[in-house]
């Protein structure tokens, strides 16, 4: 059977009902939220065949602009799943030079041939509505106008009380996941603490057309008659800071001054509570063209100290909120890709001891790590005095040297994540690369083995020794044998989230090789079919 066959075999497994039933139990995992989180675990989960409900409070999809766009390694995870290029067409702005907001400095790729961080520009509604999209085919049921007002569990069910449009009922699942935002009624339920900081200052942030009476000069710089030229970037006063970006004929406007005023998030921005924001900070008005994006905001530092609690478990806004832009979206979507094939591992009864909780173990960490480089974000930026001007000319300065520079950029976007996991090789825990695969004179990438959810075991040496011991875990994973131009490792052992769990080094003894293989199989992917 050709490679192409064994991948078609899997695909067709994965959509198969799982078959396995608990008394009681309506759906395999509830989801709270129709968001971008909870959408993508939707798919996620329906790929492996589990059965996934999303519950929504919200009777319909909402339009008020909020994230403005995807960044960092959840770009790699959605060319992965082949969701990358239905995100691409629908995006609003393509891909903008990969130069990024850092504390008010500026993070400057754009020298690199091949920079660690990079963004594509497209609206959450579009974001929300390739997801639905997506879900809906593979078979998720999205019920929106459904609120959660009430969540129980026991040993082995969870039940979710809701208030529907037609009166109240129950749906019992064997897991839930609270993908229901930085308020997460799902949170507080659980019992779960989050603690952190909520910062004072309030965030406007726009886009607009560039009306007719303002010039973009070369350098960026906007020219306005009959008032000062506002500089490209950041110019701080002592009302606040306004950011100023111009691309495309779009104005990338913010606004930030200090608050106390709380926002209900679902209380949209208008241009004249721009427009007077944007008077106070920079003391003249700025002509304003129309609008493609009005959000507002205030920061959160905060992380929940547990992403599970029984069979509730967090994800996205829910389980972390960061002091900055760019990192909430590709933060709590990875999320997603971590836990939804450890709870089909569960569902499915194959998951061994331990499993969903290195859900909490490998994402609170990769979470702590946003919060490190948001952070670092909140000291530069709300510095007011020439000590902190000059710290922000420093950091701008060891920025412009390129391994700072990359270093950054891994950081900023998440491209440096590496799991903890058993194992001295280098590659274990990291995202696997995406090599060219010469399979039985077919040429392929390790992203099209990855557009579903199964572990692979990808053979680049010819070990036959090592395709064996694989065989016990057959039904579970599929076994690659290919060639590829300057192999990393003599082979790879891929998670479904695309992480590496084991690697074998260049011609590495079968007698140290062999047990470690089987050890990860075994730690991952549970007993042997014959067990």
Same mark, same amino acid.
């Given at each position: ?17 799982? @078959? ?16 971008? $989180? ?74 690199? !041939? ?35 007002? @009430? ?57 607009? $057309? ?165 952070? !670092? ?106 060639? $590829? ?5 003599? !082979? ?40």
């Amino acid at each position: 059977m050709s490679w192409r066959s064994q991948s078609c075999l899997a695909q067709a497994g994965s959509m198969i009902e799982t @078959g396995r039933t608990t008394m009681g139990v309506e759906t395999d995992v509830i989801i709270v939220g129709a968001g971008p $989180t909870g959408l993508m675990l939707a798919g996620e989960l329906r790929l492996t065949g589990v059965r996934a409900l999303v519950l929504e409070r919200h009777p319909q999809p909402r339009e008020t602009p909020k994230a403005s766009g995807l960044g960092g390694r959840i770009l790699d995870v959605l060319r992965y799943r082949g969701l990358l290029e239905r995100m691409e067409a629908v995006a609003d702005g393509g891909y903008p030079p990969p130069r990024f907001p850092f504390g008010g400095v500026h993070l400057d790729l754009t020298a690199l !041939a091949d920079p660690p961080m990079r963004a594509l520009s497209i609206a959450q509604h579009a974001i929300e509505r390739v997801l639905a999209e997506s879900a809906d085919e593979l078979g998720a049921r999205i019920r929106r106008g459904h609120e959660v007002i @009430g969540v129980s569990q026991d040993d082995s069910t969870v039940t979710a009380h809701v208030r529907g449009p037609d009166g109240e009922y129950r749906v019992t699942a064997r897991y839930l996941v609270g993908c229901d935002g930085g308020r997460s009624p799902i949170r507080a339920m659980a019992g779960i603490d989050f603690p952190g900081t909520t910062f004072s200052e309030v965030n406007r942030l726009a886009q607009v $057309t560039v009306p007719d009476e303002v010039t973009v000069l070369a350098n960026g710089d906007l020219e306005i008659p009959g008032t000062a030229t506002v500089r490209s970037g950041f110019t701080r006063t002592e009302h606040g800071m306004f950011a100023v970006a111009a691309h495309n004929g779009i104005l990338y406007l913010q606004s930030t001054e200090d608050e106390p005023a709380d926002y209900d998030p679902d209380d949209p921005l208008t241009i004249p509570e721009l427009r007077d924001s944007i008077r106070r900070v920079l003391g003249h008005d700025l002509p304003l063209g129309e609008p493609t994006r009005l959000s507002r905001y205030v920061f959160q530092d905060r992380q929940a100290e547990h992403y599970r609690a029984g069979r509730v478990f967090l994800a996205g806004d829910a389980a972390h909120l960061f002091p900055a832009t760019g990192t909430a979206l590709n933060c709590g979507l990875t999320d997603t890709v971590n836990l939804a094939w450890k709870l089909a591992a569960a569902v499915q009864g194959w998951a061994p001891e331990g499993l969903l909780d290195t859900y909490h173990t490998e994402r609170h960490a990769a979470g702590a790590r946003a919060r490190l480089q948001t952070r !670092a974000q909140v000291a530069l930026r709300r510095g007011g005095d020439p000590a902190a001007d000059a710290l922000r000319t420093v950091f701008a300065e060891l920025l412009s040297d390129e391994p700072a520079a990359r270093r950054m950029g891994a950081l900023v976007g998440g491209t440096d994540i590496h799991y903890p996991m058993p194992g001295t090789h280098p590659l274990t825990g990291t995202f696997a690369p995406d090599l060219t695969l010469h399979i039985e004179g077919d040429v392929t990438g390790v992203a099209e083995l990855m557009h579903t959810p199964h572990p692979v075991l990808l053979d680049l040496s010819g070990r036959e020794d090592l395709r064996e011991i694989a065989e016990g875990w057959r039904n579970r994973v599929d076994i690659i044998t290919a060639k $590829t131009d300057n192999p990393p490792a003599d !082979a790879l052992l891929i998670r479904p989230d695309a992480h590496i769990a084991w690697a074998a080094d260049f011609d590495e003894p079968t007698d140290t090789a062999a047990p470690a293989l089987r050890e990860a199989l075994s730690t991952w992917f549970g007993e042997t079919m014959s067990s």
